[in-house]
């Protein structure tokens, strides 16, 4: 049989990542429209209505992602079984992490629920923001309880390579969020008009629906791997703890990156009211850039563990550069877009002149950023799937807490300058990110470890 050339390896290789990817940005892009339809549309309102959904979605997804980082783990395994042919013990170990995951799920939920109120007093000086914060809180915990098994499934299924039914499952929680969001935050199609309170409850059950769906699959037998109900009776102690092992510093790594984002929020609310809803605004239209950079972050995590379970190195290693390389490439020209047209994709998301141009010039700033964050998001998800979390975690841990909030602070309480610079900041951060993951990834560590 004919060799393939060079040539011919790296095309097949390209189909391979991008066959993975695609089916991940789409599933990036159904998430990230709940996150934007609530703000589009709760940005109609106020901005204290604005503030309050920004808050609280953070709040909850914070939590909800530190303790879904179980599917780090759950993932570099899953991969490395089924790339060494053992889909019966891929299965077993995807089973045993979701039953974790619903005991998780159901105590933040509560969680959630019980302390939202105290949380926003905490977090905020203004009445009205707490306020509404709050309901936003209570209502959205119910899903938690839902997002938090839904993660961990989803990273099973992405490592045994099926990252289709992530992006169906998502794609079916956004359209039924956009119905809900429609119909009751401004009172149509027969509902009462609850405002903030009916974003939470539109954001709610697209969470819950999402989570039934993909657990109907995974439950089926269709694809590489399989949930067997009557197994779960029970949790292997010895897997967990080495799923856990690897997916403490993940967890870690997103309580870090979370923790300094609400700090630096917080410190951000203090440039007032205004300024914060422009913030919500900026951020929330950047996340459309990180849509590349996600999925193939997911496709570098998914071929390497795969290649790795297969014994091959050398796989492995391309398949992270070529998903760089694809990365860096679509993130830069989402990037042009931010620079060149910046007022009119902020303007979808608020009608507010003040918010929106102030958006809009920080849009222009984040620009900058795009290909660095391509880099440190795909190298991480590379290093992820062989069972490196340790290493991105080291890098966040340096570049959040030594570059970005001590950056941050100096604009906001000693420079006492306007929120351009704080995103100047997260330039700086993003660049040095990039450059510590590459330099991790070339030392090779990730090669040598063992599942």
Partial sequence: MRMASKAEYRYLLRRQIMSLAWPAILEMISGTIVWTVDTAMIGRLSAGALSAVGLGGQLAFTVTFVFGALGVGTSAMVARYIGAGENERAGYIAGQAVLVSLILGAILG?????????????ITRDPLVASLGA?????????VAFMVPTLVMNSALRGAGNTAIPMISAAMGNILNIIGDYALIFGNL??????????????AFAQIAAAAVTFGYVTSGFGCIKLDIKKLSRIDLKLMGRIISLSVPASMEELSYSASRLISSIWINRLGTAAFAAHQVAVTAESMS??????FSVAASTVVGQSLGAKDEKAAETAAWEATR???ML?????AAFFLVPGRITGLFTNIPEVGDLAARCLRIGAFEQATIAVAMTLSGALRGAGDTKSPFGVTLVTLWLVRLPLIFTVVFVLKAGLEYVWAATVIQYFIEALLMVYRFKKGYWKRIKM
């Fill in 110 to 122: 509560l969680l959630c629920n019980l302390g939202a109120v105290s949380i926003f007093r905490t």
């Fill in 135 to 143: 309901d936003y809180l209570k209502i959205v915990a119910v899903g």
């Fill in 190 to 203: 027969g509902f009462p008009r609850l405002e903030v309170k009916g974003a939470a409850i539109a954001t």
């Fill in 290 to 295: 990180f849509m590349p950079g996600y999925g």
């Fill in 326 to 328: 694809l990365s860096v």
């Fill in 331 to 335: 993130m830069s020209a989402v990037g």
